[in-house]
């Protein structure tokens, strides 16, 4: 199975930064991975899809890179409602797998 | 408008069997995979499998695979998971998400329920 290593696993920053996180496969995953963001007691949000594309609706402050096996997602301006949860997914072939999870506090 | 609906909270004793549903609307639900994926209280995501709803063909995590059975009944438009033998370590908040249309994976989901929770409690 591919593992997915995030870092970091929290992060504390203010509105109107700059934060990127990262993610690791163990293995090549073809640039199959995605971004998704959780707010307390609510369903995933998918953010990006297939490294860099992003999801309709999603504000363009958010944008995702890499290649191989290390991507990252990075957030310009932070905003008040972007405090939340980030997981990356890998999605190459029959199974997926997430990463552990970057919580995103306000400082 | 694209949804996801699931049914409602359970509680459940160890042992018991339990089934839940994901239905879906608003889109053609023979034409795209529908995933469930289980968060554990105040850990991470897992995917648990899934199953293209035209021909009830499933794939499923190795994690989960004998623990669980996904099935679909496209007439109503509907997907479930089901347990036939609860334990307590089955407590977990439970989504189903269904792929977008983009996706070439049967992995990436552009909708969401809004998740089932479990309770597994003697």
């Known amino acids: 199975d591919i593992q997915m290593t995030q870092s970091p696993s929290s992060l504390s920053a203010s509105v109107g930064d700059r934060v990127t996180i990262t993610c690791r496969a163990s293995q090549s995953i073809n640039n199959y991975l995605n971004w998704y963001q959780q707010k307390p007691g609510k369903a995933p949000k998918l953010l990006i899809y297939v490294t860099s594309n992003l999801q309709t609706g999603v504000p363009s402050r958010f944008s995702g890179g890499g290649s191989g096996t290390d991507f990252t997602l990075t957030i310009n301006n932070l905003q008040p409602e972007d405090f939340a949860t980030y997981y990356c997914?890998?999605?190459?072939?029959?199974?997926?797998?997430f990463g552990q999870g970057t919580k995103l506090e306000i400082k | 408008e694209v949804q996801l609906v699931q049914s409602g909270a359970e509680v459940k004793k160890p042992g018991e069997s339990l089934r839940i549903s994901c239905k879906g609307s608003g889109y053609g639900f023979t034409n795209y995979w529908i995933s469930w994926v289980r968060q554990m209280p105040g850990k991470g995501l897992e995917w648990m499998g899934r199953i293209d709803p035209s021909d009830s063909y499933t794939i499923y995590s190795s994690s989960f695979q004998g623990h669980v059975t996904i099935s679909a009944d496209k007439s109503i438009s509907t997907a479930y998971l089901q347990w036939s033998s609860l334990t307590a370590s089955d407590t977990a908040m439970y989504y189903c998400?269904?792929?977008?249309?983009?996706?070439?994976?049967?992995?990436?989901?552009?909708?969401w329920g809004q998740g089932t929770l479990v309770t597994v409690s003697s």
């Open positions: 997914q890998q999605s190459y072939g029959n199974s997926c797998s």
């Open positions: 998400a269904k792929v977008g249309d983009w996706d070439t994976t049967g992995t990436t989901w552009d909708y």
